[in-house]
C-alpha cells in the first residue's frame, strides 16, 4: 500500500504530540526549530520526540542518518539554540527510533 501525502499540519501535530502532548509554547518552537535545522530531508528521517533537562531528543529512522546528523550535531545545535535561544535545549541526543 502506497503512503499518502501528509500535510504539514498533521505533521507538526504529530510532532508536538511526541513532545509531550504539547508542552505549551516550547514544543511548538522547538519542533519549528528542528524542522529549520534539519531541512526537508531531515525531516523526512527524523522526528524530535522529547526535551529532557535541556538534551532533544531525536529520533532518526537509519544508522546512515544517525551518521550524517551526529557529524552535523554541532551545527544543528547552534541553529536551534539562534531560533529560540540559549536556555531551552543546551544539547541534541540523536538515537535510532520510531518516527
Request: glycine share 12%.
Amino acid at each position: 500500500m502506497k503512503a499518502r501525502p501528509t500535510a504539514i499540519s498533521e505533521a507538526m501535530e504529530a510532532v508536538l504530540r511526541g513532545l509531550g502532548g504539547g508542552r505549551g509554547p516550547q514544543a511548538g518552537s522547538v519542533s519549528a526549530a528542528w524542522a529549520k535545522a534539519a531541512g526537508e530531508d531531515g525531516m523526512k528521517h527524523t522526528k524530535p520526540v522529547d526535551i529532557r533537562d535541556g538534551v532533544l531528543i531525536i529520533h532518526v529512522d537509519s544508522s546512515g542518518w544517525l551518521h550524517k546528523l551526529t557529524m552535523e550535531r554541532i551545527r544543528l545545535l547552534s541553529k536551534i539554540k539562534e531560533a529560540i535561544g540559549e536556555d531551552l535545549v543546551r544539547d541534541i541526543k540523536l538515537r535510532i527510533g520510531e518516527i
